[in-house]
């Protein structure tokens, strides 16, 4: 399935949005099964800003680390 036809699809539409921001985080809308690296699963819902420049220390959230630096220039 394409990219732009899961957003047109209102129910996945409804559950969960994956937006790339420009120079930014994936921002993650809707309800999400989060599993760290030893197999805990969290629920979450809401917005959740997932980091894609490596540079975060929260990881993998945004700390906002990405501000000032050019890797996601590139
Ligand atoms: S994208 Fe924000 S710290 Fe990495």
Redesign the pocket.
């Known amino acids: 399935m394409k990219a732009t036809n899961i957003f047109k699809n209102k129910n996945i539409m409804e559950q969960t949005k994956i937006a790339i921001l420009d120079k ?2 994936y921002l993650v809308q809707g309800k999400i099964t989060l599993v760290n690296k030893e197999g805990v699963s969290e629920e979450k819902e809401g917005n959740i ?1 997932l ?6 220390v929260n990881k993998p959230f ?6 000032g630096s050019d ?2 220039d590139r």
């Open positions: 930014g985080p800003a980091c894609r420049c490596g540079l975060s945004c700390d906002g680390a990405h501000k890797v996601l």
